[in-house]
């Protein structure tokens, strides 16, 4: 079945323990997104990459890094997370050249950060 | 100014009968494509139908249509037949550029629709 796994589902941590969100597509998809997701303001994208070794930054950044090592893997990682954070995270996926393409998401992940 | 605005935080609709969410979108790219995505309570995204900014006809996919008016902007869902399950959180989004220009997504604030029995 063609899909985009994030993992934990749920994640409540606490301030300044770094944590990381992985997320994987089974698709072949050359674009990868992250994107929260807050009450009132819809989804904000915090990175995106268009390819393997490919990374910038989305309108959101701050406080978070990813990196593309792999096709499939796009992982966003906390190095010190703070309440500011807590929210809930997609990760995505889709094809790059084709117009028709939107994105497929993760399940979501729920991060609170006390 | 926002990308995509949906202006209806809040709707409700009677079982069975039609409804229409909001969607305008601001670009000045002449080549863009328009989506809308469902997001139920278990909190997943769906997606439902998609918009080119080329198409000559109105995209349908079942009981969703999209209400697509390129002069005033707007990308407007219909919903016909409301069922329960249509119970939902809904977003517009739109992606700018064509084929490899286009790199950004922009996502409405969206709308949460009600099915009442």
């Known amino acids: 079945e063609a899909q985009v796994t994030q993992n934990p589902r749920y994640l409540i941590t606490v301030t300044g323990k770094k944590l990381t969100v992985t997320c994987s597509q089974n698709m072949n998809h050359e674009y990868m997104s992250w994107y929260r997701q807050d009450p009132g303001l819809g989804l904000r994208q915090i990175y995106y990459?268009?390819?393997?070794?490919?990374?910038d930054k989305g309108d959101v950044p701050e406080g978070y890094k990813v990196s593309r090592k792999e096709k499939r893997n796009f992982p966003l990682i906390l190095e010190s997370p703070s309440p500011n954070q807590t929210s809930l995270y997609f990760c995505?996926?889709?094809?790059?050249?084709?117009?028709?393409?939107?994105?497929?998401f993760g399940s979501g992940t729920r991060l609170t950060v006390v | 100014a926002q990308k995509i605005t949906q202006t209806q935080p809040g709707m409700f609709v009677q079982e069975k009968e039609a409804v229409t969410l909001d969607c305008t979108y601001d670009t000045s790219d002449p080549s863009y494509g328009l989506f809308w995505y469902k997001q139920p309570s278990s909190g997943e995204m769906i997606f439902l139908i998609y918009?080119?900014?080329?198409?000559?006809q109105n995209a349908t996919e079942g009981r969703y249509s999209l209400n697509f008016q390129k002069a005033r902007k707007s990308a407007n869902l219909v919903i016909s037949a409301s069922q329960l399950g249509d119970s939902a959180m809904y977003f517009c989004a739109m992606r700018e550029g064509y084929l490899n220009t286009g790199n950004q997504f922009y996502f409405g604030t969206g709308t949460s629709l009600t099915v009442i029995p």
């Open positions: 995505a996926s889709r094809i790059y050249n084709r117009q028709y393409y939107g994105y497929t």
């Open positions: 990459s268009m390819n393997v070794e490919v990374t």
């Open positions: 918009q080119g900014s080329y198409d000559q």
